[in-house]
């Protein structure tokens, strides 16, 4: 009898049996819930010994471990066996017991398919691939590494990983990339480990062979990542439990695993760079480098070269050899561009350029440099207004907006600024309790600076080296706020006389210039506000190019600064 869990299964374990050369014996079958069988002395399983009980009989159990497709491929792989001329009398066997054997039939086929996949990957990639096993010997490789080190691939196989290639034991279970020589090629060694491949654990070295340029791009990419231009914060770094900051939380996760460009949207100071750290760090990018800039801070002249990298000779005062810009520094990584509106129009262009055809040409220079960058921007001004008055390219916009994630203000996030500020208090190890009172003003507080203003209030509040903080605690700025409400209201009246905005501009400027100080957006927007008068630096540089129209200043390029014009000083006479 041979016994089985069914009636199939029973007689595909005859078949399997007679196939393989056993027809002296007569064979019956046996399974539960069989109602007429052949009763035999000798009981025959493939381990299913327990379907049987009657102990009176001689049970054989063969397991499952009969000469199958899996055990012919792994004869053939063991002796070293043609792949080729063996694999096909395997495909035409299962072909010819298609129909009696349909599980050997459907495992060959992949076997051979699999096998045959595998051999196309390796002998078309340029990339030279090594696959080792859980002891660190090589099990297979391509012809690609076997032209980079100049050994016949039966010198490859069988030999540890480490003896073949000049790096270290410990960095195959690190998963990073080195630098290596190898027969007189520079080479990229990458390392990923625990791949599951059946029921075996192997490993992948991938080889690549850079050009110069590449090898130099490297070299700079690891002293960036060396040096701490890598992600700095976490999910966890982002404090608050509301429901909307749960919910970008979540957002953030979905956005890493994309490689399209995220544009951060939000006022100054509600931790708009964090939320680009968290992206980074949660994305296929996290180990390389995340570089950070301030578009606002590099002086206009400068903008160009800082970006996209300039040539020896380009300009009067250029370095010897040139230098590398931003974007090629931050090859293979992420990108964060703060205050993305404050780039100039003449440059957007080329920003787009690069952007959608992924590549660079320096300044001065006229070779393409490929390059591979994720890029994240964020901005506090409103881009889709700035596209219609002008001030920012459409097709740009467009191109970095692919996947927006706006940033609430501090004022509508509710308790999380309690949160926030016991994570102050954390992280200074100074505990201090909030009065009723202060709860209560901080809950209608406009929060104009957002989290960096709390951070500030906290500063304050901790020197006072109080444990209970009541409201005649807080500083004076903040018990003299002006309801948010108002302070719009105050806005769209301001707008409504734009003459107004204007005469306070040129008096600021005028105020300044009489002292022979020079004064940019920057400190016009902070003068403005302490008039209650708000506008962004970006509205401010808008508003200055209209009274440059007029010929009632005189703005400079770079940090030059503005100037009144005799035009000016008369416009403000009564």
């Not at 903080?469 to 903040?478: A, H, K």
Request: hydrophobic share 35%; aromatic share 8%; charged share 30%.
């Amino acid at each position: 009898m041979v016994v089985n869990v069914g009636p199939k299964s029973a007689s595909e374990s005859i078949h399997l049996i007679y196939s393989h050369g056993r027809t002296d014996l007569d064979l019956y079958p046996y399974y539960p819930g069989i109602k007429e069988y052949v009763d035999t002395e000798i009981v025959i399983t493939q381990g299913e010994p327990d379907i049987f009980l009657n102990k009176d009989k001689h049970i054989i159990d063969i397991y499952a471990t009969v000469i199958d497709a899996q055990i012919y491929w792994d004869i053939i792989l063991y002796f070293g066996l043609p792949k080729d001329r063996y694999g096909k009398k395997l495909a035409e066997m299962s072909i010819v017991n298609r129909n009696s054997n349909e599980g050997f039939s459907y495992i060959m086929s992949e076997k051979v398919i699999q096998d045959n996949v595998i051999n196309a990957l390796f002998e078309n990639l340029n990339e030279g691939i090594i696959i080792f096993d859980s002891d660190e010997v090589i099990i297979n490789s391509s012809s690609i590494v076997q032209k980079f080190m100049g050994i016949a691939n039966a010198n490859i196989i069988g030999r540890k990983v480490y003896d073949v290639l000049p790096i270290y034991k410990d960095q195959l279970g690190r998963n990073e990339e080195v630098l290596i020589s190898v027969n007189n090629n520079v080479l990229i060694c990458s390392t990923v480990r625990n791949i599951t491949l059946g029921n075996k654990d192997i490993g992948l070295i991938i080889l690549k062979r850079y050009d110069d340029m590449q090898i130099k791009m490297y070299k700079h990419t690891k002293q960036l990542t060396e040096k701490g231009y890598r992600a700095k914060y976490s999910l966890d770094d982002i404090a608050g439990n509301s429901a909307v900051i749960n919910n970008l939380k979540e957002r953030c996760i979905k956005m890493a695993a994309s490689e399209a460009t995220v544009l951060i949207l939000g006022e100054s100071g509600t931790g708009k760079e964090i939320f680009a750290h968290v992206i980074h760090e949660n994305s296929f990018r996290k180990d390389k480098q995340f570089m950070a800039i301030n578009c606002a801070s590099i002086p206009e002249n400068l903008l160009e070269s800082e970006f996209f990298g300039y040539e020896e000779g380009s300009f009067t005062g250029a370095k010897k050899g040139g230098k590398m810009g931003i974007f090629e520094l931050a090859d293979g990584g992420t990108l964060f561009l703060d205050e993305i509106g404050e780039i100039p129009l003449h440059l957007q262009n080329r920003l787009l350029r690069v952007l959608q055809e992924k590549e660079v040409t320096r300044v001065g220079g006229n070779s393409v440099i490929p390059i591979d960058v994720r890029v994240i921007a964020a901005t506090n001004v409103d881009l889709k207004n700035q596209v219609r008055q002008g001030l920012f390219r459409k097709d740009l916009f467009y191109r970095i907006c692919v996947l927006p994630l706006n940033i609430p203000p501090l004022r509508d996030r509710g308790s999380d600024v309690f949160e926030i500020f016991d994570r102050f208090c954390k992280d200074y190890s100074y505990k201090m309790n909030l009065s009723d009172e202060v709860k209560e003003h901080f809950l209608n507080y406009s929060w104009e600076g957002n989290i960096r203003e709390l951070r500030n209030c906290f500063e304050y509040l901790k020197h006072l080296g109080k444990k209970t903080i009541y409201y005649d605690d807080l500083p004076e700025t903040f018990k003299m706020d002006v309801p948010f409400a108002e302070k719009v209201s105050s806005v769209v009246k301001l707008e409504e006389n734009s003459r107004d905005v204007e005469i306070e501009i040129l008096n600021i400027i005028k105020d300044e210039n009489s002292q022979n100080r020079k004064i940019g957006r920057k400190k016009i927007s902070e003068l403005l506000c302490k008039k209650n008068i708000f506008m962004s630096e970006q509205e401010v540089r808008k508003k200055l190019l209209e009274l440059k129209d007029k010929n009632l200043v005189d703005v400079t390029k770079g940090r030059g600064g503005t100037r009144i014009t005799d035009k000016g000083i008369k416009h403000l006479m009564p």
